[in-house]
């Protein structure tokens, strides 16, 4: 049987790839062509992108993607995926007309207080939309973006989120995806289009926004890449939790909760329904949506970000350079009594979305609650995943009671995934089995949905079914 090769774009928040796939005879083969690492830049107190240094990382990828073909192959389609909510704005001949800002920015945080002090409003949001009330959200960003610029409702004429500018510096065509879209706080949750009472209180114009397209979409083909002349860009789910979660061999039962685990904790499912109400809301419950418009009700658990920032400030030695020195740390913290970590910290206070020092905000949080700090590195990564893993516990006990479902598994796809010390946290504080896979969950997701719109799988439970067959798992038992 013939192979067919798509390249995914991914690209995450502290890194990006460009990973080539090969499907032939139910089976998928990935060579990563291209590794990256991506940042955020401050400049007089703002976080920008580097936008340009990216999309030149993406066209790299891509050309060592065509490069590593066999002889006289084809690319036949490329996807993009993304993290969630950030956006270019651009005016009608595809100029930027606004420097791209990073999500951590603070510049929410007035917007971000004003909403939490505004019940009723608050509320009218979250049951217009399904998303609550977080500092990165597009609402809050272009709200304040358009209140400091008032100028930009002239120079602008669309809103493209990031996966919607790299498929359109791909194709030439400008289009809305419907996960990205699901991401910003602004697409109503009852439907697949925007939602005009959250486009009017954010005050965003609804011009700047096409009607969502769904994954599958095909765009047109590669333009200016001459080594993928002819391929296909097709719109994937935009949104990179999105293609993880379509990625997890889950049984079809409905029984498995999805942990994508990286720079964030994505704790959620797959649903007919949103899950809505004040208990929803108070349990920050982001009704996100599948490439297919229904739903995928998650909770974000801060995530490896701790740790990310809590090396950086112990300074260059605390951060392994090679994979060995990693599970070795790892490993390390692993075998710490269990003391180390009797008192946690809490993962949903906002002070950790962006601080100066994040390992002064952890120290903080101990001293208030009468703990001792770690002493070492070791010991803040310990703290770190069972803080962590709580969390996860939390998200899942929260939607058994608002859901009525049991979760018999937790599925973890992502850098997470790798940690042993991260998945046995998880496994003893939700008391449930925890399943991680040996699996560059965004971008198989990524190439799933390439597969499928090119008719090579039927559909996802297909893919699903077949990743499942060959797949390494770790099944790690509850302990206490
Ligand atoms: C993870 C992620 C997450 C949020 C955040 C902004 O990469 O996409 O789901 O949307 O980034």
């Given amino acids: 049987k013939s192979t067919t090769y798509c390249a995914a774009v991914d690209l995450g928040a502290t890194s990006g790839r460009v990973i080539l796939g090969a499907w032939q005879n139910n089976r998928l083969k990935l060579t990563v062509a291209h590794r990256f690492p991506n940042t955020f830049r401050t400049l007089n107190g703002n976080d920008y992108w580097e936008i340009g240094a990216l999309w030149h990382e993406v066209q790299t990828g891509l050309r060592k993607a065509a490069a590593a073909l066999p002889r006289g192959k084809k690319i036949a389609s490329v996807g993009v995926d993304t993290w969630g909510v950030d956006y270019a704005l651009l005016n009608d001949r595809g100029r930027l007309v606004f420097p791209v800002h990073a999500y951590r920015d603070n ?56 996966p919607d500018y790299f498929n359109y510096l791909l194709s030439g065509t400008m289009a809305n995806e419907l996960t990205i879209a699901s991401t910003t706080q602004l697409l109503d949750v009852n439907s697949t289009d925007w939602s ?59 029984t498995d909760l999805f942990l994508s685990s990286g720079t964030w904790s994505l704790v959620g ?91 002064a905000v952890i120290d903080g949080q101990l001293r208030r609650k009468k703990a001792v700090p770690p002493k070492n590195v070791k010991g803040y990564m310990r703290l770190i995943c069972d803080s962590l893993a709580r969390g996860h516990a939390d998200a899942k006990a929260a939607f058994e009671r608002m859901t009525g479902r049991e979760f018999k598994r937790i599925l973890i796809v992502g850098g997470g995934s790798r940690s042993p010390l991260l998945c046995q946290s998880t496994a003893n504080a939700a008391k449930v089995p925890v399943v991680s896979f040996n699996l560059e969950g965004t971008a198989v997701g990524n190439i799933a949905n390439q597969l499928i719109a090119l008719r090579a799988v039927k559909n996802k439970a297909e893919f699903r079914k077949h990743l499942g067959a060959h797949l390494e798992q770790k099944v790690y038992q509850p302990k206490n």
């Fill in 107 to 162: 510049r929410t945080q007035a917007g971000l207080s004003h909403l939490g002090n505004t019940r009723a409003a608050l509320e009218r949001v979250y049951a217009a939309t399904g998303i609550p009330n977080v500092f990165y959200n597009s609402s809050l960003q272009l709200a304040e973006t358009i209140a400091d610029c008032p100028a930009i409702t002239d120079l602008a004429t669309r809103c493209l989120f990031l």
């Fill in 196 to 254: 005009r009472p959250a486009l009017d209180y954010f005050r965003v114009p609804p011009s700047w926004l096409g009607k969502p397209v769904l994954a599958g979409t095909r765009l047109g083909t590669v333009k200016n890449i001459p080594e993928l002349a002819g391929a296909k860009v097709i719109a994937v789910p935009g949104h990179d939790t999105a293609c993880a979660y379509d990625a997890m061999p889950a049984s079809p039962d409905g």
């Fill in 269 to 359: 499912f797959e649903s007919d329904t949103p899950v809505l109400g004040p208990d929803a809301l108070k349990a920050r419950v982001a009704n996100e949506r599948i490439g297919d418009g229904r739903y995928r009700p998650l909770t974000n658990v801060i995530g490896m970000w701790l740790l990310e920032r809590t090396m950086l400030d112990l300074g260059p030695s605390a951060r392994p350079k090679t994979p060995e020195a990693w599970d070795k740390l790892i490993d390390d913290a692993a075998r710490l009594p269990a003391s180390v970590s009797k008192v946690l910290i809490d993962v949903t206070d906002p002070a950790l979305s962006n601080p100066p020092s994040m390992k």
